[in-house]
């Protein structure tokens, strides 16, 4: 049982457009919520992060938004670049412990100029 | 600051073989954890270590054991090599409760 569920599989955007990538999540004990992407042959690399004390974090052209009634969250991407093709790995960790993450099974995004 | 680094970078190894991966985790900081990627998709918490005592344990096989030492780095010994132990395994440090930052992986080839 995928504890952390993500969507699309894939998904395909225009330069410029906001590119939106979503994750649900079964424990109510998760309380730290990481969105980390990885370029091919490179490894992970935290992309932004949030707690549900918020639900909203930007930074620059990423933006978390969560729902902790729903148990979702979802990365937006705006203006999306080519550079920002890449696989993005949504997870979940337990309170007091953010090593011990939960992956989704990524979404392997296009960004076509 | 070298980020975290991890060694060897690729390895090759047969079946029922044994292998030692190398993890040397951003100066001071304590926490190392390791992760399995396969076919490039899924990643597998195995275990997890603060000040040199094990946290939590996860996906590790039996097979496995890994150890921190006095200047926080990390190893794993792998035994009795499976076709299925063929992946990336990552480490990752952090200092106390923080963010994680991965280091390169190496990859494991068994055949």
């Known amino acids: 049982q995928q504890q952390v569920r993500q969507s699309p599989q894939s998904l395909t955007v225009w330069e410029g457009e906001t590119a939106i990538l979503n994750c649900s999540y079964e424990d109510s004990t998760f309380d730290y919520f990481p969105w980390y992407h990885q370029f091919p042959g490179e490894s992970p690399a935290l992309l932004i992060a949030?707690?549900?004390?918020?639900n909203k974090k930007e930074d620059g052209r990423f933006t978390i938004f969560f729902n902790k009634r729903e148990k979702k969250f979802s990365l937006h991407i705006a203006d999306s670049q080519p550079g920002d093709s890449a696989t993005y790995f949504c997870?979940?960790?337990?309170?007091?412990?953010?090593?011990?993450?939960?992956f989704g099974l990524g979404t392997t995004l296009q960004v076509q100029p | 600051d070298s980020g975290v680094v991890q060694s060897p970078r690729h390895i090759i190894k047969e079946k029922g073989g044994r292998s030692v991966l190398t993890c040397i985790p951003i100066?001071?900081?304590?926490?190392v954890v390791w992760y399995q990627q396969t076919l490039g998709k899924e990643l597998k918490f195995l275990i997890q270590h603060y000040e040199k005592v094990e946290r939590d344990k996860g996906f590790l096989p039996s097979r496995f054991s890994v150890q921190q030492f006095d200047d926080y780095h990390s190893e794993m010994n792998m035994s009795a090599l499976e076709l299925e132990d063929s992946a990336m395994y990552f480490c990752?440090?952090?200092?106390?409760?923080?963010?994680?930052?991965f280091g390169s992986g190496t990859r494991l080839l068994v055949i």
């Open positions: 990752a440090s952090s200092l106390a409760n923080s963010d994680y930052t």
């Open positions: 997870a979940a960790s337990e309170a007091g412990n953010t090593g011990k993450l939960i």
């Open positions: 100066s001071g900081h304590s926490n």
């Open positions: 949030i707690r549900p004390v918020s």
